[in-house]
Structure formats: C-alpha cells, structure tokens
C-alpha cells in the first residue's frame, strides 16, 4: 500500500467556480478525516467518516462544502461557489480504530 | 475547547545540537497525542504516536514524552542535523473524539550547518 492519496495536488480556480477533490485512504482504515489548513497554521478538523457514515461535521464546513465516502472507500470533498478565504490546504487521513493517522500529501487550492 | 499551544513557535540551531519541543493541551480525558512533522508545502509525516497509557515513545533520535496530569507533552531531537529543519505540530485526540485531532500552531525548526 502507497499511503493516503490525494488529488489534484494543486487547484487554482476562479472565485464563484465549483470544485471538487479526491481522497484514497490506506484500503483497511475504516476512519476517514478531512482537515484544512491555511498559512502558518495548523490543520484545523473539518469532517470525518467512519466507513461511509459521516459522524462529524465542524462548523467550518459551510453549506457550500459538502463530503461524500461511498461504500466506504474513497472520499470526496466539494466547495461549491468558492470564496477567496477557501484558498488553504485541504488535508486527508486515515486511520484504523484507536491508531496512529497517516495524511496525504494535500490538495493546495487557490481561488483567484 | 481543546487549545494546543506548543513552545517555541520557531527555533534556530547549530547542526549536532540536543533539542526539546514543548506542547500543551487543555484537554486532559486524552486517548492519543501524535507528533508530526511538515515540510514546506507538502502534508504531514507521523513521528510518534503516544497512547494515553504511555508516557514516552522512541524513534531514532527521536523521544517524545506524555504528562496527562500536567497536560504536556515533549518531543526531544538528539543529535540535530540540516535535515531535520521543518515545521513540528503537536496534535491532541480527545477522549470521545472519533480520533479527531487537535492541532498546535507548530514549530519552525531551523538545523544550519
């Protein structure tokens, strides 16, 4: 296994556009998390998935971010309508029960 | 709210020297406490993960220590080399927290030749 996979690595993007982003986490982890990080910041926690059920939300995640993990596997994040303040790193990890998270190498996205 | 504060917020060495890397929390019902670390843009590395039960873990030249009752925990590099220089963050899961992590702002460690 290659670890946590994320893509695209880097997004630039018009302000108003949609756009969405992948995760691959490690095949047996069965917790999934998506975390943001802006500028000299660390990561601050926006969802996570324990197979496919979504089981918290941080009220960073407006209603124009919506996440998805199908069957349990991969997951994707969507911004709808991007702002400029969502220009960040968006972060991946996984998990299994109680472990050690293993993060992807992030998806930069810019909103010009 | 669980608060991360880690100390120094950034660091500056001569090659070979011994460092210690300070993180605190807030939130003492802890389950785990991770070290990680970031090179310029790119994602996080695990360093070391510390159970709740434990009170330090070992890597290389690496040891990172737990203090539940004191709410810190220390990360200390033996040894620095030009190749250590990166962003160190501290992240803290709760004990009801699904393994969500609480992130410090991080250490900028700078190891020069």
């Known amino acids: 296994d290659t670890g946590v996979s994320q893509d695209p690595r880097h997004k630039i993007t018009k302000r108003g556009q949609n756009v969405t982003f992948r995760c691959d986490p490690i095949?047996?982890?069965?917790?999934l998390y998506w975390y943001r990080q802006t500028l000299g910041q660390g990561p601050e926690f926006l969802t996570y998935?324990?197979?496919?059920?979504?089981?918290?939300k941080s009220r960073l995640l407006s209603d124009r971010f919506s996440a998805e993990r199908p069957k349990g596997s991969f997951s994707t994040l969507e911004i709808q309508r991007t702002e400029q303040g969502d220009s960040a790193m968006y972060l991946c990890?996984?998990?299994?029960?109680?472990?050690?998270?293993?993060f992807g190498q992030g998806t930069r996205l810019t909103v010009v | 709210k669980q608060e991360v504060t880690q100390i120094p917020a950034a660091l500056s060495v001569p090659e070979g020297e011994n460092l210690v890397l300070n993180c605190s929390f807030t939130?003492?019902?802890?389950?785990?406490l991770q070290w990680f670390r970031q090179d310029p843009g790119k994602g996080l590395t695990s360093l070391l993960l510390?159970?709740?039960?434990?009170r330090e873990q070992t890597s290389g030249r690496l040891n990172a220590s737990l203090d539940k009752s004191s709410g810190r925990s220390t990360l200390y590099i033996a040894a620095s080399q030009p190749g250590d220089s990166a962003t160190y963050l501290c992240?803290?899961?709760?004990?009801?927290?699904?393994?969500?992590?609480?992130f410090g702002q991080g250490t900028i460690l700078t190891v020069h030749p």
């Open positions: 992240a803290h899961a709760g004990g009801t927290s699904y393994g969500k992590l609480t």
């Open positions: 939130d003492s019902a802890i389950y785990n």
């Open positions: 998935f324990q197979n496919e059920a979504q089981l918290e």
């Open positions: 510390i159970q709740s039960s434990q």
């Open positions: 990890a996984s998990s299994s029960s109680g472990a050690e998270a293993f």
């Open positions: 095949s047996e982890h069965n917790r």
